[in-house]
Nanobody, 126 residues
């Protein structure tokens, strides 16, 4: 099993940046594909970005592509989401999710992910 803990959220003005972190427990974090999802009030959970277990494959939603960068440091058991040029519509609770995987792929829908963090609030003011 793995436990996930997000951090780095906060209040930022439009155009600003934040870096979210997802810290994982466990010794086999490098065997997990990891993704970020977000959920705004009254809206469904939305895929943001994902990264394969070795960091070689990444994917982004169209809404954040070009503004966000996902990366991971398996030695530190941490995945990062660098968010730039933030917009008010990026306001949401951001969750990281993980799934053990033997492949070097990633998943952009939430069903495959077994483990979820508690979320971190990101608020972008206009």
């Amino acid at each position: 099993q793995v436990q996930l803990a997000e951090s780095g959220g906060g209040l930022v003005q439009a155009g600003g940046s934040l870096r979210l972190s997802c810290a994982a427990s466990g010794r086999t974090f490098s065997s997990y594909v990891v993704a970020w999802f977000r959920q705004a009030p009254g809206k469904e959970r939305e895929f943001v970005a994902a990264i394969s277990r070795n960091g070689g494959n990444t994917g982004y939603s169209d809404s954040v592509k070009g503004r966000n960068t996902i990366s991971r440091d398996n030695a530190k058991n941490t995945v990062y989401l660098q968010m730039n040029s933030l917009k008010p519509e990026d306001t949401a609770v951001y969750y990281c999710a993980a799934k053990p995987s033997l492949s070097l792929t990633y998943y952009s829908n939430y069903e495959p992910y077994n483990y979820w963090g508690q979320g971190t609030q990101v608020t972008v003011s206009s």
